[in-house]
C-alpha cells in the first residue's frame, strides 16, 4: 500500500527501498521527484553519494545542514552552487513527507517479475511515481531500555545475553539508531500511546528505524556525538552499526509474548509510559554466529562473548521475561517537542533511578523560565546569579538559573530537581566586580561559542582575575601567576561555552559545549606531552604510576584513537596541570 501526497509524489515506506544497494541508490538518484525521506537512506549508507545527494532538488533543510557538517570539499562546493540558483528547482511539497501506517510492500510494476527469493529492491522512476518492487532488508535496532536481567532456561541463557548485549551495544553503545534518526524526516508520533506502539514495534521488529523515529530531538545530537566518539577511540570506526544490525535482524526473531503497559499523562507536553508486563520468545538462527565472525573490528571483549555463547545451544522459541508480573515496572518517558511524542532517553534513565520516596514535578513546564537576551548575557547572567547566591543549592533551585539552561537539562532539573519548597532561592551581595569583554565565535550544530575574552574580575581586597588572548593571570596581593588556557590548541577562539536560541531566548547548551570540546584542533606533538606531565604529576601525588595511563601512553596507536576522539580532554588536562602548579597544597591560591 502506497500514501500519496498532494503532489502525486508516492510516500513510500522506508522497509520498502534499499538503500544499501548501490545501484539502486544511484538510479533512485537520477530522480528529480524523489521522497526526500529516501535521500537521508541513501546519505547514510552511501558517503560517496553526498555530493550527489546535495545537488538533488529535494533535499531537505535538515539533511542540507548535515551535510554541510560532515561533508568534504566535493559536497561543499554542490551544497555553495545550491545557494547560488546552480541547481535544478525543487518540485513543490505539500506537505512534509511521512512514512505511511502500514509496511507493507507495494506490488512490482505490470509487465515486470521479481523471484521470489530476490532480497533486493529496484527503483523505477516514472511520470513522478516511485515504484519500488520486493522487499528489502530492513535497517533495525533495538530501543535503549534499562531492561531488567531476562530469565530463560539452562545453557541458553549465554546465547540470550550476548543477543541483549549487541542490540543494546550497537544501538546505545555505537549509535546507530541515533546516527540515523540524524538523517530522518518524519519523526515523532500523534500521541504518547502511538509513540509507544512505534517503540514497541522497533523492539520486536530490530528495526533501527522506526526506534530513530521516536527519540526526542533535543537530545539526539548529544548522543550522536558522545557515542561516535566513544566508537572513535575504541578503535570501533570501521564498524557500520545500521548495517550490522540489518544483517543480524534476519538471524534473530523476537515475538512479544505479553507486552502490558499503561500510559499516564502527566500534563500536555510529558507522559509517563510504565511496562508492568514484558516477555518475548527468542530464536536465534545458526547465521548469527556467521555474522558476527565475518564482522571486522567488534572490540575484543564481544568476540571472547561470541566464543562462550557458541559452545551453547541456540535457543528456539524460547521464552525471556523482561518485566514480572507485580515487580517493579520500567518506566519510560514521554515528552512532546514541535508538537509530537518522543522518548526522552535522558527523562527515562532518571524516572528509573530516581528514588521511589521521591516526588517528581510532572507539572513542570519547561517553556515557564526564561532565558537571556544574548549569548553573552547567559554567561553573564550564571556569574552573577553564583556569586550572589548562598550555596549550591541555592543557585540550582533558582528558575532564573534553570532558565539559561537548554531545554533537555531544564526539563530534567525542573521535573527531578526541583524542589518547591527553595524555590525562593536565598542570595546574598555579589562579592566581586566584573568588567565584562567577552568574545564570541561561531560553534558547532549553529551554535555561538562565548569566551571571556578579556574580561576582569575584581575582589574587595583588589585581587584581581584577569583573561586576554586564551590566557588568566591570577593576581594575590603582590603575587601573581598566569595560566595559558589555550596553549595546546591551533584554534583558540573556540575555547569557551556554546550558547543556543531556543524561542527567541538564549540559554547555555551543555551537551552542545561538550561536542564543541570534541571540535578542537590539537598543535603537533601536545597529546603526548600533556599525558607524559600529567602521568608525572599522578606519580608525584601518589608515590605510584597511573596503570592506565601507562598502558595508553605504550600504544601508539589507541593512543592517536583517543586522542582523535577526545581533543577536548586534552586540553582540559592541560588546564588542571597548570591549576595544580599554581595551587598546591598550602598555597595562598
Known amino acids: 500500500m502506497t500514501a500519496k501526497r498532494a503532489d ?96 507493507s510492500v507495494p506490488q512490482p510494476s505490470s509487465g515486470t517479475s521479481v523471484p521470489e527469493s530476490s532480497s533486493a529492491a529496484s527503483y523505477q522512476p516514472g511520470n513522478g511515481q516511485h515504484s519500488y518492487q520486493a522487499s528489502a532488508p530492513a535497517a533495525s535496532g533495538m530501543s535503549p531500555v534499562n531492561f531488567q ?42 500521541s504518547p500511546k502511538a509513540a509507544m506502539g512505534q517503540f514497541s514495534e522497533a523492539i520486536e521488529d530490530l528495526d533501527v528505524t522506526k526506534a530513530a523515529t521516536v527519540m526526542a530531538p533535543s537530545e539526539t545530537d548529544f548522543f550522536v556525538e558522545i557515542m561516535q566518539q566513544g566508537a572513535k577511540a575504541g578503535g570501533q570506526n570501521n564498524v557500520d552499526p545500521v548495517k550490522l544490525m540489518s544483517d543480524l535482524s534476519k538471524t534473530i526473531e523476537i515475538k512479544n509474548d505479553k507486552f502490558e503497559y499503561e500510559v499516564a499523562e502527566k500534563n500536555d507536553n510529558l507522559a509517563v509510559v510504565s511496562i508492568n508486563e514484558w516477555s518475548a520468545k527468542v530464536t536465534v538462527k545458526p547465521d548469527f554466529f556467521t555474522v558476527l565472525e565475518e564482522t571486522e573490528g567488534l572490540p575484543p571483549e564481544v568476540k571472547e562473548q561470541i566464543a562462550q555463547a557458541k ?83 541555592d543557585l540550582l533551585y533558582s528558575p532564573k538559573f534553570r532558565g539559561l539552561m537548554e531545554l533537555p537539562i531544564r526539563r530534567l532539573m525542573g521535573v527531578y530537581g526541583d524542589d518547591p519548597g527553595k524555590a525562593a532561592a536565598r542570595t546574598q551581595a555579589s562579592n566581586f566586580d566584573v568588567d565584562w569583554k567577552l568574545n564570541t565565535a561561531k560553534g558547532p550544530n549553529g551554535t555561538t561559542i562565548v569566551s571571556m575574552g578579556e574580561t576582569i574580575f575584581t575582589d574587595p581586597s ?26 595546546t590548541l591551533v584554534n583558540p577562539d573556540q575555547l569557551g561555552f556554546a550558547t543556543i536560541q531556543e524561542d527567541g531566548t538564549w540559554r547555555l547548551s551543555l551537551t552542545q559545549s561538550y561536542v564543541n570540546l570534541t571540535k ?53 588536562m592541560d588546564i588542571g596541570i597548570q591549576l595544580q602548579e599554581l595551587a598546591p597544597r598550602n598555597s595562598v591560591y
Open 8 to 103: 502525486n509524489i508516492t510516500a513510500m515506506s522506508t522497509n520498502n527501498f534499499n538503500p544499501q544497494a548501490a545501484d539502486q541508490a544511484l538510479a533512485a538518484l537520477n530522480d528529480p521527484n524523489l521522497a526526500p525521506e529516501l535521500l537521508g537512506q541513501i546519505a547514510t549508507y552511501h558517503p560517496e553519494m553526498w555530493a550527489k545527494v546535495a545537488e538533488h532538488p529535494r533535499l531537505y533543510p535538515a539533511l542540507e545542514k548535515w551535510l554541510a557538517e560532515k561533508g568534504g570539499p566535493e559536497v561543499q562546493e554542490a551544497l555553495k552552487n545550491r545557494t547560488s540558483g546552480n541547481t535544478p528547482a525543487a518540485a513543490p511539497v505539500a506537505a512534509a513527507p511521512q512514512a505511511p501506517a502500514v509496511s
Open 149 to 190: 536481567e531476562p530469565k530463560s532456561g539452562g545453557k541458553r541463557k549465554g546465547v540470550i545475553a550476548l543477543v541483549i548485549a549487541l542490540v543494546v551495544a550497537l544501538v546505545a553503545g555505537v549509535g546507530g539508531w541515533l546516527y540515523f534518526s540524524g538523517v530522518l524526516s518524519a519523526r515523532g508520533a500523534e
Open 311 to 393: 559452545e551453547q545451544p541456540l535457543p528456539e522459541d524460547e521464552l525471556v521475561t523482561f518485566v514480572n508480573e507485580g515487580s517493579k515496572p520500567i518506566r519510560v518517558v514521554m515528552v512532546q517537542e514541535g508538537g509530537k511524542w518522543f522518548v526522552s532517553p535522558m527523562m527515562t534513565f532518571a524516572e528509573n533511578a530516581r528514588s521511589p520516596y521521591s516526588e517528581p514535578n510532572y507539572e513542570y513546564d519547561p517553556a515557564s523560565d526564561k532565558g537571556a537576551e544574548s549569548a553573552e548575557d547567559v554567561i553573564k547572567d550564571i556569574v552573577e546569579l553564583g556569586s550572589s547566591s548562598r550555596s549550591g543549592d
Open 462 to 487: 583588589g585581587n584581581k582575575i584577569e583573561f586576554s588572548d586564551g590566557k588568566m593571570k591570577i593576581t594575590n596581593g603582590a603575587e601573581s601567576k598566569t595560566l595559558d588556557l589555550a596553549r
Open 520 to 572: 578542537l584542533e590539537l598543535k603537533d606533538g601536545v597529546a603526548r606531552e600533556v599525558l607524559e606531565e600529567f602521568s608525572q604529576q599522578y606519580r608525584n601525588q601518589n608515590g605510584y604510576p597511573s596503570d592506565a595511563m601507562s598502558q595508553l601512553l605504550s600504544d601508539e596507536q589507541t593512543l592517536e584513537r583517543v586522542v582523535d576522539a577526545f581533543p577536548g580532554l586534552i586540553t582540559m
